[in-house]
């Protein structure tokens, strides 16, 4: 791989790609798909930006990895936003928005009727937008990682994986169950993830759940009901063992221990504490420590399985709802998405040691 002009060590090209790279899509070997999407969001918005603010702070990173030899030398290339999304999104966001007045219930009205069929019939297309480009960087023998958004926008990247590798597992940071079979009506909303990639796609054979601290009933049920294929990790759990002095290390041994061989990350940001993601959607007390995560993904990357591709979604810039009309505070701005860049790097560290295209450091 050529190096081109870059310099590890200067301060970043403004011109450059992200992290301040000056790779290719045929340079590289890993490939960020953004997918500026948040149309049934419940709570706050502003996820819509997450990918953008992700790549304006991204140059900030000192790309020298404690972990992995120079992860960047093995190319890092950010597809570029699509205008068509952000059409869908646009169109979406003001459908939903009436089915999320009338609080979901749409018995009594045809146009609120139409309207939600509307915005899940959008949501369906974004779903094979994903899955046609994640489909193009997998053809294209390179890895693909998928930057939201909101946690709906993975479900077309499962189906593109699921297509290319046969079965694998996921492991799901997330402060959510995720596991509703539809939320306020709509099919493909960011509550209802691991619910569709459980009932619609066969070849996910481990669910491993972390963090997970709010959640209804029926998601608990539903978890049950899958038996030993979800394995969950709930965060008062997690604190308890702790609190008892079992190691962290441990614990983060049993979260991987039954994964199977072909492992998808899906990380939702707020699986943290959310003193590192603020401006999130549906934020919770609790969560884990950024370091508890980046270690959890390390011994999975170090156990000898393949992490064939990631998403991280939820990454939320500025508030941006009903009540609080894009209000933008710098220092915010940066943080979220200062945090966000940083661990959608380590990822792409990991994902490529354990793919054995960049090598652990022997510190
Ligand atoms: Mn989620």
Redesign the pocket.
């Known amino acids: 791989m050529d190096n081109k002009s870059f310099n590890p060590n200067t301060a970043a090209d403004p011109n450059a790609g992200i992290y301040g790279l000056p790779y290719s899509f045929q340079e590289s070997q890993l490939i960020y798909i953004p997918v500026a999407w948040e149309a049934t969001t419940s709570y706050g918005g502003g996820t819509f930006y997450g990918p953008e603010a992700i790549l304006n702070a991204s140059p900030q990173l000192d790309v020298f990895d404690i972990d992995v030899v120079e992860p960047y030398s093995a190319g890092l290339h950010c597809l570029p936003a699509d205008e068509k999304l952000i059409h869908y999104n646009i169109e979406a966001r003001e459908l939903a928005q009436t089915i999320k007045d009338a609080y979901g219930i749409v018995t009594d009205s045809i146009p609120l009727q139409k309207n939600l069929s509307r915005v899940n019939k959008i949501s369906e297309t974004v779903n094979e937008w994903v899955k046609e480009k994640t489909s193009y960087v997998l053809n294209s023998n390179k890895i693909a990682a998928i930057i939201g958004g909101d946690?709906s926008v993975p479900f077309g990247a499962f189906q593109a994986v699921a297509e290319k590798f046969g079965s694998f597992g996921i492991l799901h940071f997330?402060a959510?169950s995720?596991t509703r079979s539809a939320y306020m009506g709509f099919e493909y909303s960011?509550a209802s993830?691991m619910h569709n990639a459980a009932t619609k796609i066969p070849e996910i054979i481990k669910f491993v759940q972390v963090g997970i601290r709010d959640f209804c009933d029926d998601e608990f049920q539903f978890v049950k009901s899958q038996g030993p294929r979800f394995e969950v990790f709930y965060d008062s759990k997690i604190a308890e063992h702790k609190l008892k002095g079992l190691t962290f290390h441990a614990l983060a041994e049993k979260m991987i221990e039954n994964l199977p061989e072909k492992v998808w990350v899906s990380f939702?940001i707020?699986g943290l504490d959310p003193k590192y993601c603020p401006h999130t959607g549906t934020p919770v007390p609790g969560g884990l420590e950024y370091s508890e995560a980046v270690y959890i993904i390390k011994l999975l990357a170090q156990s000898g399985r393949k992490i064939i591709g990631f998403d991280l979604?939820?990454v939320s810039p500025t508030l941006n709802d009903e009540q609080n009309p894009i209000e933008i505070n710098q220092a915010a701005d940066e943080w979220d998405a200062n945090v966000g860049m940083r661990l959608l790097y380590k990822m792409s560290a990991m994902t490529l040691a354990s793919q054995k295209k960049a090598t652990w450091q022997k510190i």
């Open positions: 946690h997330d959510h995720d960011h993830i939702d707020d979604v939820e």
